[in-house]
């Protein structure tokens, strides 16, 4: 069956520490690749997405994705974090089957910014 | 319109009761999904449209769910004889990029 997993449910880091939070996906089909971004109380914001090209994909608010074709993962990353990036996180994939696309999302990784 | 536009953004029912919720989305978006996010929770999927296609229906829960989509306009998710566990935020999004709207909240009391 076609899944994503994201291996850590809750991340805390300190202000201005690097975060990595960490995405697997499991297809035997061609694939696209979303991070999304949902801060409290509001709705989900496409924070960067992999459709082709470069695997290292920059998005907003100064966060980069590297899609691994070989390890099939697409981790998020930012070199340094902020109080204001404390949300939830999502990584979400599109399987291209047949003409159809499927968006199957993660559990989610709660990123707690601590000053 | 410029974004996905959910209605109501607030919805409280009695269980047992029938609700519509709607979902508008981006002008010339072909593809159109439905999730639902419990507290605390991930995205589950609903079901997914694609043009004239058979709808995805594989996320539905229990046949009290059911989605209409006509062409590429705007969906209705219809949830019949609410239960409580039915309680969530309903989102919507639309297609190729995802866009997602603000959602509807539902609660069964």
């Known amino acids: 069956a076609q899944s994503v997993t994201q291996l850590d449910s809750q991340v805390p880091v300190f202000e201005e520490a690097p975060v990595e939070l960490r995405c697997n996906y499991s297809?035997?089909?061609?694939?696209?690749l979303f991070w999304y971004v949902q801060y409290p109380n509001q709705g989900l914001q496409l924070l960067l997405k992999?459709?082709?090209?470069?695997?290292l994909v920059k998005g907003i608010n100064g966060f980069e994705a590297e899609f691994n074709k070989s390890q099939t993962s697409f981790h998020l990353r930012k070199p340094s974090v902020h109080i204001s990036d404390t949300a939830e996180y999502f990584c979400?994939?599109?399987?291209?089957?047949?003409?159809?696309?499927?968006?199957?999302f993660g559990q989610g990784t709660r990123l707690t910014i601590n000053p | 319109g410029a974004g996905v536009s959910q209605s109501p953004s607030n919805k409280v029912t009695e269980k047992g009761k029938d609700v519509e919720l709607r979902c508008d989305p981006i002008?010339?978006?072909?593809?159109l999904y439905w999730y639902r996010q419990r507290l605390g929770q991930g995205l589950e999927f609903l079901i997914y449209?694609?043009?004239?296609?058979?709808?995805?229906k594989s996320g539905l829960p229990s046949d009290r769910f059911s989605a209409e989509r006509t062409g590429e306009s705007v969906s209705t998710l219809t949830i019949q004889r609410t239960q409580q566990e039915d309680s969530a935020v309903y989102l919507c999004?639309?297609?190729?990029?995802?866009?997602f709207g603000q959602g509807t909240r539902l609660t069964v009391v």
């Open positions: 979400a994939v599109k399987h291209i089957i047949q003409g159809a696309q499927k968006l199957v």
């Open positions: 002008s010339g978006h072909t593809a």
């Open positions: 999004a639309s297609t190729p990029e995802a866009f």
């Open positions: 992999y459709l082709s090209g470069s695997t």
């Open positions: 297809s035997s089909v061609s694939v696209y």
């Open positions: 449209f694609q043009g004239n296609s058979a709808p995805d």
